[in-house]
């Protein structure tokens, strides 16, 4: 197959695997009746826990694990010393090794003493009729040393929280998480809240005993219930270990608390070199991988080797606050995941969280990645400082109540390129109710337009040079593309970005809400560019220097040179996020406008959008296919066709 290799400055990425051939091998095998952790880990001999391997294992060693459910704690003892000489964590069948941070209870009583009765219920003075609720007193030595129902979610870092902006609930619940034949319960903050909801909890004041009210109103005798107690599954205790490898196994129900510091299901605490591929992480509390410096406070060593790791074809879901973690993470290969359901804690504000959320990323390859149904999170967050990262052959799906799927902040060196992605339907993040009802025809001659609104595709924030080019942008609450300069934020040495010199180059842009482009200056570019069912007037927009300008593709045309070789086109697409299928379908509206519309305007069918100039570093289009010659048609595909079903699924198998 052939891959996209390059990064954004054309030079190719730095591949560093090798294959290493194992001098050792130790086997797990936690079903074999005869496992023992005081065997020596050979296949007749096998551990019976997966840390009793990682305590012996030595560079060149293969850990080879049997099947089973191991409610442990790994934490390795030593990395590899290179390339050629990692450790290898393998699960002997994929998907059937499970490392679970909870375990099973299975003692329960009828919670007395406490009002459960909801609020509604108190007002009326009535307990709700069939209403059950279970309590557990929790074991101390369950937890040795680490109780997450004694800890709030929000670690000690929590200067750049905006409190008056957000709910704190989230922040302040208790990291514990209890399950019901695999799926979590909600968690309430008090004791009577359980009347108003089945399927939740409540936690005590010290931690030491949870109440909890199952969907139904169910007995827990009749179902299998887990608690949460460790942080993480996978993770060194000392930190730099490295030349790790981790494959085919699942991490579930990690109690850790929100970034930062960033500390996942899977962590490389620190270490470099680390390939996680073919992994499950599931229901993490809050991350889900690591692979960065882990936070900031840490004192930093400029020769320090952060980075330089491949998360490849792992299914990361249901993350809290963040899928993938990394601070200063340098030299990332990211590809072939499906990172969805990220972000259900709903802990925006406290700016760690997204799918992926890496800072400083410097010649990071993105590609072949699903994201799908991300909460009150972006897709996509690179903070501060990126440098020559490639983003490409992505989808980007149902950003639930998201203001963006890319945000790409406070950046002034190099170039960044977004290329040959789908994005489909961003929802916004806002509050309807402080949006002005603009009665008559006053909201047509307003020259500001609301901060209010959001819900953008790609997001700039003191970025410059941003170069997206041959993608889908569909189904924005906002725009495709925004930016805006953020004066005052200064890296140390260095200004602040101005949002300028970006480049949208033969994009798709279908059925945004507010509007196709808006950039906050003339100095950046737009070229060949397909606007499809922008219904808006005004969808091309210039911010400053005020007056604001809100314009057509004529005047985008005449008064600042743009999209010249663009073209407006009137066709629908219709984008499966579940089956990864899409298919353009001749439009049932016709194009709105007073009086007569001129035919020849619009292009009605993808195969006449006219050829436009071809990005010579965009050699492929999203699903893989060839792209020749010095012209392509706008969007992600070398060739698009009306009523075709297409396949959008990009990931390598």
């Known amino acids: ?111 007395e003493g406490w009002r459960t009765m909801g609020r509604g219920a108190f007002l009326q003075g009535e307990r709700p009729e069939g209403m059950k609720i279970w309590a557990h007193r929790l074991d101390p030595d369950t937890f040795r040393g680490y109780n997450p129902f004694c800890a709030v979610n929000i670690l000690h870092d929590r200067l750049f929280i905006e409190y008056e902006k957000t709910d704190m609930t989230p922040y302040l619940n208790r990291r514990g998480m209890i399950f019901c ?155 072939d995941n499906l990172i969805e359901g990220t972000g259900w804690q709903k802990m925006e504000l406290s700016w760690e969280a997204g799918g992926i959320k890496l800072h400083n990323s410097v010649n990071g390859l993105f590609r072949r990645n699903v994201f799908r149904r991300t909460y009150r999170a972006d897709h996509l967050w690179l903070d501060c400082g990126n440098v020559n990262n490639r983003i490409t052959q992505n989808l980007f799906l149902d950003g639930i109540e998201q203001r963006e799927a890319i945000f790409i902040e406070c950046t002034r060196e190099g170039v960044n390129l977004i290329d040959n992605n789908v994005f489909w339907n961003v929802e916004g993040r806002f509050d309807p109710a402080k949006i002005p009802n603009r009665p008559g025809s006053t ?92 219904m808006r007037g005004g969808d091309l927009r210039i911010m400053y220097p005020a007056p604001e300008v809100c314009l057509d593709l004529k005047s985008w045309r005449e008064f600042y040179g743009f999209d010249l070789n663009g073209a407006e086109g009137w066709f629908d697409f219709e984008v499966d996020t579940e089956k990864l299928t899409l298919k353009v379908t001749k439009s049932k509206m016709t194009p709105p406008g007073f009086g007569p519309v001129d035919p020849a305007r619009f292009v009605y069918a993808p195969e006449e959008m006219k050829k436009v100039a071809a990005d010579p570093r965009i050699t492929l289009d999203l699903t893989g296919k060839e792209r020749t010659g010095e012209t392509a048609v706008p969007g992600p595909f070398a060739e698009l066709n009306a009523e075709v079903e297409y396949s959008i699924d990009p990931r390598k198998q």
């Open 1 to 111: 197959m052939v891959e996209a290799k390059t990064l954004a400055d054309g030079r190719e990425f730095s591949f560093w695997e090798k294959e290493t051939v194992y001098e050792r091998e130790l086997y797990v095998a936690q079903q074999d009746p005869n496992a023992s952790d005081e065997n020596d880990g050979s296949r007749q001999a096998p551990f019976k826990t997966i840390q009793a391997a990682a305590r012996i294992a030595t560079p060149g060693t293969h850990v080879l694990i049997g099947p089973g459910v191991y409610r442990e704690f790994v934490s390795p003892a030593m990395g590899g010393d290179g390339p050629d000489r990692m450790i290898c964590y393998e699960a002997l069948e994929k998907g059937t090794v499970v490392i679970k941070a909870s375990e099973e209870i299975h003692s329960f009583q009828k919670s």
């Open 181 to 335: 034949d695999g799926r979590p319960l909600k968690q309430m903050p008090l004791s009577d809240m359980l009347g108003d909801e089945d399927g939740t909890y409540w936690v005590e004041a010290n931690g030491q005993c949870i109440h909890f009210r199952l969907p139904g109103d169910a007995d827990p005798a009749d179902h299998y219930i887990e608690i949460t107690v460790r942080e993480q599954c996978f993770a060194p205790i000392e930190p730099f270990l490295s030349y790790i490898k981790v494959k085919g196994i699942v991490c579930a129900h990690a109690a850790m608390g929100a970034p930062i510091p960033q500390r996942g299901a899977i962590s490389a605490y620190r270490g470099h070199h680390w390939v996680i591929e073919d992994c499950t992480v599931d229901w993490s509390n809050a991350t889900g991988i690591d692979i960065g410096n882990e936070c900031w406070h840490h004192e930093f060593d400029h020769e320090q080797v952060v980075g330089f790791s491949v998360i490849r074809r792992c299914h990361i879901k249901d993350a809290g606050v963040c899928g993938i973690a990394g601070l200063y993470a340098q030299g990332m290969l990211i590809e």
């Open 443 to 534: 909201g047509w001659y307003r020259m500001v337009e609301d901060d209010i609104i959001n819900g953008y595709a790609v997001y700039g924030e003191g970025t410059d040079r941003m170069q997206i080019v041959n993608n889908l942008i569909g189904k924005c609450r906002a725009y495709a593309y925004y930016a805006k300069p953020v004066a005052f934020r200064l890296m140390p040495g260095d200004r602040g970005g101005t949002s300028r010199d970006a480049k949208l180059l033969n994009n798709i842009i279908y059925d945004c809400g507010e509007g196709a482009i808006c950039f906050p200056t003339k100095d950046n570019a737009s070229e060949g560019n397909a606007f499809v069912r922008q």
